[in-house]
């Protein structure tokens, strides 16, 4: 094994089946059963023996329709992860760096050293938003080839601020990985600058909004010319017939998914100001469809141990990490899930400030 891999934390999580699963920000709502259906008689059609579509032309028309942009600039994936993956691939060179805020999506500094690059990570603000001058500062430092960004970002909830993405473009020399996983639910998005120039990458996916987690369906939008550099990153035939399937229904009933987005935003606001109201724990502003809480009343370990043990509540514990010491991560559920939170929550750290 490369020493760059094995000083890597390898990514995984044990998620039991059971209770509430707040976790992993995946949708509240299965896709509708009518839905479903039809994924699978359209997969039903297609021949199972061939190779899916080298390049689903026709697909790459919807999506580019749907997020305003070229067929020619998009590159589909198994997950966007995969396309993270494609693209450090095939732009970091061993030794070069890669520039991130800190904390972000871990799977960012996994994959840098596995390609054998520097990871650098650029600190948030103390309320954990984005420091655009330290990113800018950290990346003409250490000469990156990639800033990724992640926004809103994971775990914080914290959005990049308008004009952020243009100025880093132009006052460093580096590719921008704008990993919009989460922009559905709220935030700029770095897609118009697309036409801008051609250092700017935008990763989008079907896991969280569209509630296809456990399909597995991203893509990336880039320049036409930087779009075919990255597909060399990735597997061919890469995205299954019942994906590709899968993603063509999405895209037909797409009012049917932006009504369920609203849906999560809304409860979501309906949910964090009573949230904020319970004693012992600060409450991180959020865009995305999951909020950080803070915990001071007692260890956050404890928390996430009672929320599951006693309520059958599931959420991230995030406080080995020292920048998020003492921090959980909530998905934002239905509004049943979240009442449930509230009352278990309400219950902790009420016994133990009584206790106190």
């Not at 839905?35 to 021949?47: G, I, M, N, S, T």
């Not at 036409?224 to 017939?241: D, F, H, I, W």
């Not at 909530?330 to 509004?335: F, L, P």
Request: proline fraction near 6%.
């Amino acid at each position: 094994m490369k020493p760059g891999v094995r000083a890597q934390a390898g990514y995984t999580l044990r998620s039991p089946a059971t209770g509430r699963k707040l976790n992993q920000n995946e949708c509240p709502h299965d896709l509708p059963a009518d839905l479903k259906q039809a994924v699978l008689e359209r997969a039903a059609a297609a021949p199972w023996q061939r190779y899916p579509e080298f390049v689903p032309r026709q697909l790459a028309e919807r999506l580019a329709a749907h997020y305003g942009w070229v067929p020619e600039g998009i590159v589909v994936g198994n997950g966007s992860n995969e396309l993270i993956q494609a693209t450090l691939s095939v732009v970091l060179g061993e030794g070069e760096s890669v520039v991130a805020p800190s904390p972000t999506f871990s799977l960012y500094r996994l994959l840098t050293g596995v390609l054998g690059g520097r990871y650098v990570a650029a600190p948030l603000t103390p309320a954990f938003e984005f420091d655009v001058d330290r990113i800018v500062e950290t990346a003409v430092r250490e000469r990156a080839r990639v800033v990724v960004l992640n926004s809103p970002n994971n775990p914080t909830g914290s959005a990049l601020p308008e004009g952020a993405v243009e100025r880093i473009v132009s006052e460093t020399g580096a590719l921008v990985l704008c990993d919009e996983a989460y922009q559905d639910f709220g935030g700029p998005t770095a897609i118009p600058l697309l036409r801008a120039t051609s250092r700017v990458v935008v990763l989008r996916t079907f896991s969280k909004a569209m509630g296809m987690a456990g399909l597995r369906f991203g893509l990336a939008l880039a320049h036409p010319e930087v779009a075919g550099e990255l597909a060399k990153g990735k597997l061919p035939y890469n995205v299954n017939v019942v994906t590709l399937a899968a993603a063509g229904i999405a895209l037909d009933h797409a009012a049917v998914f932006a009504a369920r987005t609203r849906a999560v935003v809304e409860t979501r606001e309906r949910f964090l100001p009573r949230l904020a109201r319970l004693p012992g724990i600060d409450v991180i502003p959020t865009w995305a469809n999951f909020v950080l809480i803070r915990c001071h009343a007692r260890p956050a370990s404890d928390v996430f141990r009672r929320l599951y043990e006693d309520h059958g509540i599931l959420v991230r514990d995030v406080s080995h990490n020292g920048e998020l010491s003492q921090c959980l991560r909530i998905t934002i559920g239905t509004e049943d899930d979240m009442e449930a939170v509230l009352v278990a929550l309400r219950q902790i750290l009420t016994s133990d400030t009584e206790a106190s």
